[in-house]
């Protein structure tokens, strides 16, 4: 019985957010209603009421799931044990994996930024960013006390340019193969100016290696 009642629960999440997918792809969030959202998904405004505080609360729990999917794509032997790493870094592991993930979530990315006002998608990027470095965080402060002085400032900035990147990605009219070849170029810039910063600022290169 258990296992039927969620067999059901799962079917009624999955309808309600793949109605909500389907209709952001041509109108805003602003302009859609639970009432049409239930009504293409098939289920009552009470089972959708049952999962999701609001239409706002049913976009952001899909948006969780998806930034998690993505940044588990950076996860691998060298970001648990690293002492330095920058966003270049972190969009170089697997990513012509990442680019698939986000071309099939155009969409959602959109409507991300469209939507959501920036504290709400600041913290969809910081929330899995903080989880994955937690470590490096721990280790930095212990292995490099300049880098510790500046903690807040580096995870600010590194969330700041990853939201560049998917904001770039969502938008940009190109396909993954050309996205690819952006990317690596944009990311070698990106990387060019900030070794110059790093030593104007530092007088060494903090974050050497990509």
Same mark, same amino acid.
């Given at each position: 019985?258990? @296992?039927? @009642?969620?067999?059901?629960? #799962?079917?009624?999440?999955?309808?309600?957010?793949?109605?909500? *997918?389907?209709?952001?792809? @041509?109108?805003?969030?602003?302009?859609?209603? *639970?009432?049409?959202?239930?009504e293409k998904a098939e289920v009552s405004r009470r089972t959708f009421y049952i999962y999701y505080?609001?239409?706002n609360d049913c976009l952001i729990t899909i948006l969780k799931e998806l930034m998690q999917e993505i940044f588990q794509l950076n996860a691998d032997e060298t970001t648990a044990t690293a002492t330095t790493l920058s966003a270049e870094?972190?969009?170089?592991? /697997?990513?012509?994996?990442?680019? $698939?993930?986000? %071309?099939?979530? &155009?969409?959602?990315? =959109?409507?991300? %930024?469209? $939507?959501? /006002?920036? $504290?709400?998608?600041? #913290?969809?990027?910081?929330?899995p960013y903080e989880e994955q470095m937690h470590g490096f965080w721990e280790r930095s402060s212990r292995e490099e006390? *300049?880098?510790?002085?500046?903690?807040?400032?580096?995870?600010v900035l590194d969330c700041m340019q990853l939201a560049i990147y998917l904001?770039?990605? #969502?938008?940009a009219d190109l396909t993954v193969d050309n996205a690819y070849s952006a990317m690596n170029r944009m990311l070698q810039?990106? @990387?060019? =100016? &900030?070794?110059?910063?790093?030593? #104007?600022?530092?007088?060494?290169?903090? %974050?050497?290696?990509l």
């Amino acid at each position: 019985m258990a @296992k039927r @009642k969620d067999i059901r629960s #799962a079917r009624s999440q999955y309808f309600i957010r793949k109605a909500l *997918v389907e209709m952001l792809e @041509k109108r805003p969030l602003s302009e859609l209603s *639970v009432a049409e959202i239930t009504e293409k998904a098939e289920v009552s405004r009470r089972t959708f009421y049952i999962y999701y505080e609001s239409k706002n609360d049913c976009l952001i729990t899909i948006l969780k799931e998806l930034m998690q999917e993505i940044f588990q794509l950076n996860a691998d032997e060298t970001t648990a044990t690293a002492t330095t790493l920058s966003a270049e870094m972190l969009w170089m592991r /697997n990513l012509r994996e990442k680019l $698939d993930c986000i %071309f099939k979530n &155009r969409v959602l990315l =959109r409507a991300m %930024f469209r $939507d959501l /006002n920036t $504290d709400e998608w600041m #913290a969809l990027i910081r929330t899995p960013y903080e989880e994955q470095m937690h470590g490096f965080w721990e280790r930095s402060s212990r292995e490099e006390p *300049v880098l510790a002085l500046s903690q807040e400032l580096c995870k600010v900035l590194d969330c700041m340019q990853l939201a560049i990147y998917l904001r770039f990605l #969502a938008e940009a009219d190109l396909t993954v193969d050309n996205a690819y070849s952006a990317m690596n170029r944009m990311l070698q810039i990106q @990387k060019q =100016r &900030r070794s110059q910063w790093e030593k #104007a600022l530092f007088g060494t290169e903090v %974050f050497p290696d990509l």
